[in-house]
């Protein structure tokens, strides 16, 4: 494992230290990602970190050519054929070993207990969310231990990426991208939103794998277009059949997860091209959008690029147009919790953050319009991971 890649854990184990924790046990895909630097198909896998040395990761054999083995010791069960089984006996088996093996007995065990808004698998159509019947198994198994909810620990120590994740995150947002150029360029009177946002993850879907040793890439797109349509982009909504018109705004919401690492992007297009009053619309939105990001500096608040986005189009007289947050973090999920840019926000920017930088302007005469691209917070300012956007 390459130095940039160890630090994710070196890093982890030394708070694990200073929380007194001996091991983690995580079963949710993200955290399974986060210890491991792999993406489970299924959601049935466990990786087991000990304060020292390498993880442990169970897995179903059929996902085995996608576990790396220079980030973790490997077991295979099976699961979903005759001869495996019952998945909890496997699972008993195979944590009671790790139990001895790691000398858990009277040791301190965090878990993922409590994650309520979770990361999906790569086979997204049939989530695997642990519940009442792992919970019961991890507290027989380890009833001679003490074991507790790792949740907040687990989002605090995600919440600054290392160098490996940022590349990661910035691949996720090039094939991303991929999706987004393709629909744009595409855009005619007549489509309608559903095909729009099935144009852009067939892009990504068929041409995201590969890209930068990428494998498992999975897409979600939310477009919505005309007045109606963009001015509900306030919330994530379905794509409907309406169909894009001459002048239409067009909004697209994207989520893209590539081998567990998330890109949050928001791209805008206008059938035809822009009217003047878009265009004046859409470059003070950028110009907010750029001051947000301009304050994603490590010692500033979690207020500061939410504030200095409402002050540029507080001036330009929309204020009171800008009802959602400006940015939340972006990372093993698709929304995570920190950092949390808004008004009121607790918290201070570290290096290694990353958000979604999403200001957003909405007009009953007009429509919504809304800018997002994810950056990081760098040792001197900002780090745009997606390609920033230029004016109309």
């Given amino acids: 494992m390459a130095e940039n890649e160890r630090a994710r854990l070196e890093r982890l184990q030394q708070k694990m230290a200073k929380e007194g924790l001996d091991a983690l046990i995580c079963h949710l895909p993200e955290n399974v990602v986060y210890l491991t630097d792999t993406w489970p198909h299924h959601g049935f896998s466990v990786a087991v970190l000990p304060r020292e040395g390498k993880p442990l990761l169970f897995l179903p054999e059929v996902e085995e050519g996608y576990a790396k083995r220079e980030w973790a010791d490997i077991a ?15 699972y008993r088996r195979l944590i009671s070993g790790a139990f001895h093996q790691l000398g858990l007995k009277g ?11 979770i990361a999906p698998t790569y086979r997204a159509a049939e989530p695997v969310v642990p519940s009442g019947p792992w919970r019961e198994l991890l507290h027989n198994l380890f009833a001679a231990s003490t074991l507790v909810d790792a949740t907040d620990f687990l989002q605090g120590v995600r919440a600054v990426k290392t160098g490996y994740e940022l590349e990661k995150l910035r691949i996720a947002n090039e094939i991303a991208e991929m999706g987004m150029r393709e629909a744009l360029a595409h855009l005619k009177p007549g489509m309608t939103e559903m095909q729009v946002g099935a144009l852009v993850e067939y892009k990504i879907r068929a041409d995201g794998p590969g890209h930068k040793g990428a494998r498992l890439v999975r897409a979600e797109a939310e477009v919505g277009a005309g007045v109606s349509g963009t001015y509900k982009g306030t919330l994530l909504v379905p794509s409907t059949g309406y169909r894009l018109q001459e002048g239409d705004l067009v909004m697209i919401e994207l989520a893209t997860q590539v081998d567990g690492y998330f890109s949050d992007l928001t791209w805008m297009g206008a059938v035809g091209g822009p009217s003047p009053r878009q265009k004046e619309l859409y470059n003070t939105l950028l110009e907010a959008q750029q001051a947000a990001a301009a304050k994603m500096c490590p010692g500033n608040s979690f207020e500061d690029p939410d504030r200095a986005a409402r002050e540029v189009l507080g001036k330009a007289g929309l204020a009171g147009y800008d009802p959602h947050i400006t940015g939340h973090g972006v990372g093993l999920r698709y929304h995570e919790f920190i950092p949390f840019l808004a008004p009121g926000s607790v918290g201070t920017l570290e290096e290694g953050m990353v958000s979604s930088i999403e200001p957003g302007i909405y007009l009953p005469e007009v429509g919504g319009l809304r800018i997002e691209d994810n950056v990081a917070v760098g040792p001197k300012g900002p780090v745009f991971l997606s390609t920033p956007r230029q004016p109309w």
């Fill in 107 to 117: 040791k301190k065990v965090g878990a993922d207990l409590g994650f309520e808004v």
């Fill in 76 to 90: 295979p069960f099976g699961w979903g054929l005759l001869k495996d089984g019952d998945l909890y006996e496997n």
